[in-house]
């Protein structure tokens, strides 16, 4: 056991949805959104992602104190054309921003085979994949990103310019789904920060020190704030063009001008929604996509016994052991929120 590591201990999901709930009602929600925000925080913790949810309703909850997140905000819509709709987010919670845009984006796709919300002036999603999860389950592929504060640098720079912009994309399979969730950096800063509650070092390279060399020490990351793109100069890249398109799209902000401020707020993100059904092979989508992934989990593992697993799969997994034990939480994150 390593000695420097937190303390974890395990929490029941209803316990932790409660706790938010009655946190977020004496921050000025409403019942209904209180209920909702606690859902998609209490959510992404039971499914694996700590690192936007239990770790980060702290922060959450600073933003509204700071009044970069407003309780009673709504988004409108500032624009439409065919399929295609811009809206403003109004600084409301990220969370329920998002989820408006999903149900909306379904409804373009239901109508039109396809259809593009541009979602700008909104806060942080938390977990871009919770989105691509009910999207597909709903029968919908799903493709998403944001942009966010610059925290990655160019290849071959040494400032930060670019936002690690994380992209989900999700398809519907066997009443599940199949969801990719990747920052632009070779790890997101929620992985690092939990590396650093483990004293674990990041099994490749994250980022960058003070000094300016790689680095797996996800102390030297977050002290430098300067996250590794992944693929170096392929995910710089892909990085500068989702947030091209987000601010283009959106009539929102790029990453240039979200780094001007003190704290990152005033995001710009894209929801792109296609309905399966109105596909000419829709009946044969998920025969194709049950042989895809059997042929997929005929990998031969480096390490014998791994089990070869396709993007989201490992959330179903931990999502039973979660709802079956409890969520684990460092037991200092749990007294901070107990705290609130």
Known sequence: MNENAAVFIRVPPGEMTAEFFRILIANGFAKEKATACAEVFTTNSIEGIYSHGVNRFPKF??????????????????????GIE???????????????????VMTLAAKN???CVALGNTNHWMRGGLYGWKAAKEGFVFIGWSNTIANMPAWNATDNRLGNNPLVMAIPYAGEAIVLDMAMSQYSFGAIEMATLKNEQLIVAGGYNKEGKITTDPNEIMESKKALPMGYWKGAGLSLLLDMLAALLSAGNAVNDISKQESEFGLSQIFIAIDTKALGNFKLIDLVLQQIIDDYHQSIPVEPGKKIIYPGERVLMTRKENLEKGIPVAEQVWKTIKGL
């Open 113 to 115: 085979g396809i259809g």
């Open 61 to 82: 909850i600073e933003y509204i104190k700071n009044k970069l997140v407003l309780p009673h905000a709504v988004p409108e819509r500032i624009s439409r054309f065919g």
């Open 86 to 104: 811009q809206w403003n987010g109004n600084l409301g919670p990220g969370p329920l921003n998002a989820l408006h845009a999903t149900e909306r």
